[in-house]
């Protein structure tokens, strides 16, 4: 079944994407992140320039060729669901992301706005009701403690 996260109170999603992202692939993990196109767009670009001596090796799914796709340790993808891996699936979007079941473990990204708990609430709660066991690592109590 797969393990599924919150990071709640990310100050800055796409930064810390991009730090999370880096750790994973650093520790041998293939990693899919979802969202919608704009989002996605922007963490592509972020991806390239958020660290001046490190490069994450990424494609994104609509434009790029099997092998490519199979050979890169991170896919950028509005649906996960024909992506080829299955171990680690970063969720940046509003939305259930189409396909979580299939990966190892899913980490939801919460920012610190009233809009994206609340999407974050119904998502939590599509996953308690289904039986997956929820961790939770908030980012704020981080900062305070």
Request: overall charge neutral; some cysteine.
């Amino acid at each position: 079944m797969t393990e599924v996260a919150f990071h709640f109170n990310v100050p800055d999603k796409l930064g810390y994407a991009c730090r999370l992202v880096r750790k994973a692939t650093g520790a041998g993990a293939r990693v899919v992140v979802t969202g919608d196109a704009d989002l996605l767009r922007s963490l592509d670009q972020l991806l390239w320039t958020f660290s001046a001596l490190e490069f994450v090796p990424h494609c994104h799914a609509a434009a790029a060729d099997a092998r490519t796709l199979a050979a890169s340790p991170v896919v950028l993808a509005d649906s996960p669901r024909s992506t080829p891996h299955h171990q680690v699936l970063v969720s940046l979007g509003s939305q259930m992301p189409e396909g979580f079941e299939r990966f190892e473990r899913l980490i939801e990204l919460v920012a610190r706005d009233d809009g994206d708990r609340q999407q974050a609430r119904a998502r939590w709660k599509h996953y308690a009701d289904r039986g997956y066991a929820i961790k939770t690592h908030d980012l704020g109590a981080k900062e305070t403690g």
